[in-house]
Structure formats: C-alpha cells, structure tokens
C-alpha cells in the first residue's frame, strides 16, 4: 500500500508488503521516533518527511493498494476545519470512504499529548466530536 498526498505533485509514502489492519486497529505514521521532535508520540511506521507532508496547503491523502485508490480525502474543500496550530480528526461515525469526504464530519483536535501540549490522539481512537 502507499499513501500520497499532493495537490498538483504526488508524492508517497509506501507502506511495507504485508502490513495488515483489522477493523478498529490504528496504524501511526511518523516521520521521526525521536519525542522530543515529534512531540511525545510513538509512530508504527516511519516515512520519509521530505516525501509526505500534510502542512495545510489544502492536500490531498489518498490510500492506495495495488496501483488501485482505496481511499481519498481532499482537504482543499472549503469545509474542512482550519484550527491553526492544531489538528484535525475524523469523528468515528464517519469511518467509511464516503463520509470521511465530508469536512463537516471532521473536528478540531483538543485532547492533549506528549510533553509539548500538542492536540490529537495519536494511537487510540478518536473520541466523536
């Protein structure tokens, strides 16, 4: 598998062969196991930042297996939350490829993690909104 991101570039991040998730598992991509720069989490799976960088610019996130689109989010639409400064979740309700299009079913992260009062709830499931 590989998730990209782009808007008029593509870039990837492949996922390792193999690599399996069962309803309810969460995989955590990072780009560094370093907490004191990634803030206080502990990522499943490295990638290369250079590469996949989601920084607000209105990306697209597509997951992909086998040269198919499994999934795609496009975070350019105008009803995507902008909390600057902080992230964005999707509420459980909406965990199908259909409803997580809808900006309306993403919230602003608020619960805190690691040492650097960061938001979001890298590793467990997101609480709804």
Same mark, same amino acid.
């Given at each position: 598998?590989?998730?990209? @991101?782009?808007?008029?570039?593509?870039?990837?991040?492949?996922?390792?062969?193999?690599?399996?998730?069962?309803?309810?598992?969460?995989?955590?991509?990072?780009?560094?196991?370093?907490?004191?720069?990634?803030?206080?989490?502990?990522?499943?799976?490295?990638?290369?930042?250079?590469?996949?960088?989601?920084?607000?610019?209105?990306?697209?996130?597509?997951?992909?297996?086998? %040269?198919?689109?499994?999934?795609?989010?496009?975070?350019?639409? @105008?009803?995507?939350?902008?909390?600057?400064?902080?992230?964005?979740?999707?509420?459980?309700?909406?965990?199908?490829?259909?409803?997580?299009?809808?900006?309306?079913?993403?919230?602003? %992260?608020?619960?805190?993690? %690691?040492?650097?009062?960061?938001?979001?709830?890298?590793?467990?499931?997101?609480?709804?909104?």
């Amino acid at each position: 598998m590989r998730c990209s @991101s782009g808007l008029s570039s593509t870039t990837e991040a492949p996922i390792p062969g193999g690599t399996i998730l069962r309803p309810g598992e969460i995989l955590v991509l990072g780009n560094s196991s370093d907490l004191a720069v990634n803030g206080g989490y502990t990522p499943d799976l490295l990638y290369d930042g250079t590469l996949l960088q989601l920084n607000d610019g209105g990306e697209r996130l597509r997951l992909r297996g086998d %040269g198919d689109v499994l999934d795609e989010v496009d975070f350019s639409k @105008s009803s995507f939350p902008d909390p600057t400064g902080n992230s964005i979740f999707l509420d459980p309700k909406a965990y199908d490829d259909q409803s997580n299009d809808d900006g309306n079913q993403w919230c602003k %992260g608020s619960a805190s993690y %690691g040492n650097a009062g960061l938001k979001g709830t890298p590793g467990v499931l997101n609480p709804g909104c």
